[in-house]
């Protein structure tokens, strides 16, 4: 089965720095892989997702991530914060056999952007 | 653009009760997901629909029951609620074979 580990629960930026969240999983062959944003009081938005080919995937909010089979990481960057992004962060992982439905997600990333 | 409704926002109820939560999509989405989320973990699938008239169990079905009335629809129902069923449950949809797309804003339930 796989997993989706997040080890940072909680990071705090500058507005105006850059931001890399951390995403490790586990699974055996190659994953689908995703990042999720969820605003207090919301729901989950999808932000990008990781198929295959190109390993640096583009997302929405000016938001990327990089899948590194030899980490097995998908790691979120931002290069510029804005407060706007404070949020908390999901990285979820699919298995090939069982769909893109059947998604592990990890336990979330909170993200605090000062002035 | 309304997208994923759930209701009720908020429901508090008493160890036994039963409770459905509804969800509507308004996207003609193929599927549609049910899930909990609880502090420090992220979200755990408790039904899916893939289509009309389909459902499938997710990782945590126990002590619930799912009904795809029609496309749009797909309700969440709590028989005997217990305590450890607090949690914030989310509705989703997608198109068909997708991951989860779309999110409705989640009902907060507090079991006593």
């Known amino acids: 089965a796989q997993s989706v580990t997040q080890p940072d629960i909680h990071i705090t930026v500058s507005e105006g720095a850059s931001l890399e969240l951390r995403c490790n999983y586990s699974y055996g062959a190659t994953p689908y892989l995703f990042w999720y944003v969820q605003s207090p009081g919301q729901g989950l938005q999808l932000l990008l997702k990781?198929?295959?080919?190109?390993?640096l995937v583009q997302g929405i909010k000016g938001f990327e991530a990089e899948f590194k089979r030899s980490q097995s990481s998908f790691n979120l960057r931002k290069p510029s914060v804005h407060w706007s992004d404070a949020a908390e962060y999901f990285c979820?992982?699919?298995?090939?056999?069982?769909?893109?439905?059947?998604?592990?997600f990890g336990s979330g990333t909170r993200l605090q952007v000062q002035p | 653009n309304a997208g994923v409704t759930q209701t009720p926002k908020f429901q508090v109820l008493k160890t036994g009760q039963s409770m459905t939560l509804q969800c509507a999509q308004d996207m003609n989405h193929n599927s549609m997901y049910w899930y909990r989320q609880d502090p420090g973990m992220g979200l755990r699938l408790i039904y899916y629909s893939a289509s009309e008239g389909t459902t499938d169990k997710g990782e945590v079905p126990n002590g619930y029951n799912v009904s795809r009335l029609n496309k749009r629809e797909f309700s969440l129902r709590l028989e005997s609620a217990a305590p450890s069923q607090t949690s914030v449950y989310f509705c989703?949809?997608?198109?068909?074979?997708?991951?989860?797309?779309?999110f409705g804003d989640g009902t907060r339930l507090s079991i006593l």
């Open positions: 979820a992982v699919g298995a090939y056999d069982t769909g893109r439905r059947a998604l592990t």
């Open positions: 990781y198929f295959s080919g190109d390993t």
């Open positions: 989703a949809s997608s198109e068909r074979g997708q991951q989860p797309q779309h």
